[in-house]
Nanobody, 123 residues
């Protein structure tokens, strides 16, 4: 398993932008699929975006065109650039890693999780 540490959350007004970062430990980061999930109060954790070992990407319909996931294997880091933020994007955002390298959409498909970072979008 890898250890994951998120950063970059905060409070932003609607229409603003934030960039989340997730730093991973370990020498095999480049072979992992990485994902960002989020969980709003009273709701289930949901997949927001994912990137596989070859930089193929997946986005939830709710964030397509607004969010971009990317990775820097030299820095063992995955990013989530969030633009045009909406109040409904408010949630705790979690970074997750999947050892097999391919994208899956289920929570149980991911082997390692970060502690989460709060994103709050005010209207």
């Amino acid at each position: 398993q890898v250890q994951l540490v998120e950063s970059g959350g905060g409070l932003v007004q609607a229409g603003g932008s934030l960039r989340l970062s997730c730093a991973a430990s370990g020498r095999t980061f480049s072979s992992y699929a990485m994902a960002w999930f989020r969980q709003a109060p009273g709701k289930e954790r949901e997949l927001v975006a994912a990137i596989d070992w070859s930089a193929g990407r997946y986005y939830a319909d709710s964030v397509k065109g607004r969010f971009t996931i990317s990775r820097d294997n030299a820095k063992n880091t995955v990013y989530l650039q969030m633009n045009s933020l909406k109040p409904e994007d408010t949630a705790v955002y979690y970074c997750a890693a999947r050892r097999s390298g391919t994208i899956r959409t289920g929570i149980i498909d991911y082997d390692s999780w970060g502690q989460g970072t709060q994103v709050t979008v005010s209207s």
